[in-house]
């Protein structure tokens, strides 16, 4: 623990400034991860979504996105064949059903893993407040002692 009886010197204060600032950058990784798994998240659902409203169209007609906010009607062939990507760039087919259950076990990752960062950003956070709360005591400590030499 610090002795807060002397005033921080200004390399022990710098210090601090530069760990602030790493952790700073570190906790905007994080909340780009969270925001990532997030979007993943959705899109499964979406994804899961879609599935179930091609098995139950009559007609086999859904709105296929192509990209820039722009959709098509698309008439599907085989509704229950999927095309299933599994990672590593390997794709597979799948049932209807099957791929639903894989998404729906992929949403399950995503959310221990947002749990598990979401977890680290907040000691990350308590850290930060930490080293907050010393630079403050020591640019008091710093001020007052400076009074005190007058």
């Not at 259950?101 to 680290?120: D, G, H, P, Y």
């Amino acid at each position: 623990m610090a002795d807060t009886t002397q005033p921080m010197t200004q390399s022990e204060l710098m210090t601090l400034q530069h760990y602030l600032k790493e952790y700073g950058q570190q906790a905007e990784i994080f909340v780009s991860q969270l925001e990532m798994l997030e979007n993943g998240r959705m899109e499964a659902f979406a994804a899961i979504e879609t599935l179930q409203a091609m098995l139950s169209a009559d007609d086999g007609i859904v709105l296929l996105q192509i990209g820039g906010g722009a959709s098509v009607r698309a008439k599907v062939l085989e509704p229950d064949k999927i095309l299933l990507s599994i990672g590593a760039e390997v794709v597979v087919e799948r049932s209807n059903k099957d791929a639903a259950e894989f998404l729906k076990e992929r949403i399950i990752e995503m959310e221990a893993s947002q749990k598990n960062v979401a977890e680290t950003l907040d000691r990350l956070r308590s850290q930060m407040n930490e080293i907050n709360k010393r630079l403050e005591s020591g640019y008091q400590q710093t001020v007052a002692a400076g009074q005190d030499q007058e």
